[in-house]
């Protein structure tokens, strides 16, 4: 039956109307916000790139998780800054490095907001590639106890979930390994499992100071033509033992976020980065979009792909906005 008898802007009319049929929703309960964290005290040092975004030192961090656990925010996601950085990335991997300090004062002063940790060597290493090098290639085996490593001693420390970044094969089963060996078959494990090439972690890089020393990680990440390819790196990921997969990044690739989600039906989060952060941030500042209106849309249209996390730097922004 076709107009006039059918008319679908008869369910538009009011707002009452619209919030009976509205199929996606956002909620806090989704979010998990990323927050950079770096050496020193009572250092809250802004990131050009991503207004609003800054380098936390320890203390700050703790304030900042004070903060988004009282906005109802279940979750951060932590990356460090290295004092110093050397070719196998040490400080990734050290008990008193960066992040397996600022682990340790979040679970003391938050017990409950749930602390992911990032597990990459590329903001340790001195070449800033994610695992280390023979010659000019990253060496995929050498690589991989190095990354266990780093997830023990994250979990050790108090993570409740580790999300390995690196895109090499077989980590996922390694960490696994490591984790349970360890006495951590709790720990949760997020796998970065569809992560792109992409030139929307321009921003990040500049806040981690993690960009490649040479060349840049298409021998690693994934190539942004490539659909199929994701759904077989979930499989993987899924079968070593990963809990939640991502896609990364998320605007381009909602595709993807859809087709892992009808396919595999895990939990799947997918990552708004720092470039999609950056882009609709400087747009705003500008006067040229609504910042707000449009932080909240492209986070309705992660969820409605299928998304049942999202990591984004608007998490607080939008939390409040979700209290009303
Ligand atoms: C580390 C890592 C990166 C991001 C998350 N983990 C950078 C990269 O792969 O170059 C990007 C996040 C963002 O852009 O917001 N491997």
Redesign the pocket.
């Known amino acids: 039956m076709s107009y006039p008898v059918t008319r679908t802007r008869r369910l538009r009319r009011t707002d009452a109307l619209r919030r009976m049929v509205r199929e996606t929703r956002l909620s806090v309960d989704n979010l998990v916000l ?1 927050l950079f964290v770096r050496h020193g005290d009572h250092v809250r040092e802004p990131i050009a790139s991503m207004p609003g975004v800054c380098r936390l030192s320890v203390d700050a961090l703790v304030e900042e998780c004070r903060e988004a656990a009282a906005l109802g925010i279940p979750g951060v996601i932590l ?1 460090g800054i290295p004092e110093r950085k050397d070719p196998v990335g040490s400080e990734g991997y050290a008990e008193d490095g960066i992040i397996a300090r600022a682990i340790r004062a979040v679970k003391e002063a938050v017990p409950d907001l749930v602390v992911w940790a ?1 597990v ?1 060597l ?2 340790y290493t001195s070449h800033g590639h ?1 695992g280390v090098l023979k010659g000019r290639e990253v060496d995929n085996d050498a690589t991989l106890p190095m990354l266990a490593r780093e997830a023990v001693v994250y979990a050790k420390a108090g993570a409740d979930v580790i999300a390995p ?2 895109m090499m094969d077989g980590r996922i089963g390694a960490i696994r390994r490591g984790l349970d060996e360890a006495g951590y078959q709790n720990a949760v494990i997020v796998s970065y499992a569809a ?1 792109y090439a992409s030139a ?2 321009g ?3 500049d806040a981690a100071g ?1 960009a490649p020393e040479f060349g840049d ?1 298409r021998g690693y ?1 994934m190539d942004p033509a490539n659909g199929d390819e994701a759904l077989r790196e979930v499989a993987l990921d899924i079968d070593e033992g990963a809990d939640v997969v991502m896609v990364k990044p998320a605007l381009a690739y909602l595709d993807v976020v859809r087709r892992v989600k009808e396919m595999f039906r895990v939990p799947v989060a997918a ?1 708004n ?3 999609e952060y950056a882009l609709v941030r400087a747009a705003a500042e500008r006067g040229w979009v609504d910042g707000d209106r449009i932080a909240m849309e492209v986070l309705t249209s992660i969820r409605r792909a299928g998304a049942d996390i999202i990591l984004t730097y608007f998490a607080k922004d939008a939390a409040r906005r979700l209290k009303g």
């Open positions: 990323p990356f990032d990459c590329c903001e994610c970044s690196d992560k929307f972690y921003p990040f890089r993690s990680r990440q990552y980065v720092s470039g």
